[in-house]
């Protein structure tokens, strides 16, 4: 089963680019990558997903290097609604190996 | 469109007791999940069902059961209520956004049992 590890907190400041990584050493072939974003009280939300090299969409960017070990979620220009926390998850939706990690607790700071 | 919905939003009970978590979603999706979340963790998987008339185990099913009643409905039964089942439950269903598979939560319920 593929197990994601991420930094437990950040902190950045309104306006600055967050960058977030998540390693997954023994991903499979088949796997997709996908980070959620969650606020408190709440179920978390899709943020992106990928397979490799990068995607962009209108709230973030996911870069995947060529052996998909890792991957990093990008946020530009933060603000103090992106406080959160982030979810890597590493699977596919065809069995029940998909596990969220711990994620990471991003803070920002006026 | 409601989404995924989970009642009720709170619920105390007493060790032993039963009760049923509802969850349903209008969005025509095959696939629902039931997961748990507790203090500074993520979110752990209970019981999943790819369709209707299907359901499979987690991480932790220990201690659930589940019925996929119809397509839009899933609901998670506690039998006999442990203190340790405390958490906030998530439903999700899956379906596609943007043309990727992706799930969507609903608001929660968040037990505590005495």
């Known amino acids: 089963l593929a197990k994601t590890t991420q930094p437990i907190s950040m902190d950045s400041y309104e306006g600055q680019e967050v960058n977030i990584t998540c390693s997954h050493n023994?991903?499979?072939?088949?796997?997709?990558i996908t980070w959620y974003q969650q606020f408190p009280s709440q179920g978390p939300r899709f943020i992106i997903q990928g397979y490799k090299t990068k995607v962009t969409n209108e709230v973030a960017s996911l870069f995947i290097p060529a052996d998909r070990k890792s991957s990093t979620l990008s946020l530009p220009r933060v603000s103090l609604s992106d406080t959160a926390v982030y979810y890597c998850?590493?699977?596919?939706?065809?069995?029940?190996?998909?596990?969220f990690g711990a994620g990471t607790r991003l803070t920002v700071k006026p | 469109n409601a989404g995924v919905t989970q009642t009720p939003k709170f619920q105390v009970l007493k060790t032993g007791q039963s009760m049923t978590l509802q969850c349903a979603q209008d969005?025509?999706?095959?696939?629902m999940y039931w997961y748990r979340q507790d203090p500074g963790m993520g979110l752990r998987l209970i019981y999943y069902s790819a369709s209707e008339g299907t359901t499979d185990k987690g991480e932790v099913p220990n201690g659930y059961n589940v019925s996929r009643l119809n397509k839009r409905e899933f609901s998670l039964r506690l039998e006999s209520a442990a203190p340790s089942q405390t958490s906030v439950y998530f439903c999700?269903?899956?379906?596609?956004?943007?043309?990727?598979?992706?799930?969507?939560f609903g608001p929660g319920t968040r037990l505590t049992v005495l």
């Open positions: 969005m025509n999706h095959n696939s």
């Open positions: 999700a269903s899956l379906g596609l956004a943007g043309g990727l598979d992706t799930q969507y």
């Open positions: 023994n991903i499979a072939t088949n796997d997709y």
């Open positions: 998850l590493v699977g596919g939706y065809n069995n029940n190996d998909m596990r």
